[in-house]
């Protein structure tokens, strides 16, 4: 009966805080509107991909084919060590990747995928506008005043889950002759 009993309690209290859980996830977020470009919009909000657009009309109006940053990519990944990246963008196509350490980054070793597609200002557009970073449970971006581009950017895919979180810094921005 001791046992009966436990495994219900058990079994109830496990109830209780799947409930907790559940109400708490969907409780509303901020739904900020009309934000300038330096303040961080904040998702889930209705308005993510309109700002994102608009920031991208800012990028694509300047016309920018030729530029350099340095990337910074936190994560749960490889080369957290060797961060930030310095990209070389030439008429819209990276020509140079220089790790922390000033060693060249293969730009075709697939052990550097997880940043790849951050390495051009119009693939960080892209990439944003992805389901699986437009459904993220928080996501906060950052956008440059001046370019548009997205200048930080803070994912939490599954806000319960553990290792999922991502962080993107573009600093340094220069445009290149």
């Known amino acids: 009966m001791r046992t009966t009993t436990y495994m219900i309690s058990t079994v109830l209290a496990l109830v209780m805080m799947s409930a907790c859980a559940r109400s708490s996830a969907s409780q509303p977020t901020s739904t900020a509107t009309n934000i300038p470009p330096t303040v961080a919009v904040t998702t889930p909000t209705p308005d993510i991909g309109a700002e994102l657009a608009r920031q991208e009309a800012t990028w694509q109006a300047l016309n920018i084919r030729n530029y350099r940053y340095q990337l910074m990519v ?3 990944c490889p ?7 310095t990209v070389e963008v030439r008429d819209g196509a990276v020509v140079s990747l220089i790790d922390a350490n000033g060693a060249t980054v293969a730009q075709g070793d697939p052990g550097n995928g997880f940043f790849t597609q951050y390495t051009t200002i119009p693939g960080i557009y892209a990439t944003l506008a992805t389901p699986e970073f437009r459904d993220a449970d928080k996501l906060t971006v950052t ?4 370019y548009g581009f997205p200048s930080e950017v803070s994912a939490d895919f ?3 889950a553990v290792d999922d979180e991502l962080y993107l810094s573009v600093s340094g921005f220069t445009p290149l002759e």
């Open 74 to 76: 936190g994560c749960f």
């Open 79 to 85: 080369m957290n060590a060797t961060m930030p990246i």
């Open 158 to 160: 599954i806000e319960m």
């Open 143 to 146: 956008y440059d005043p001046t």
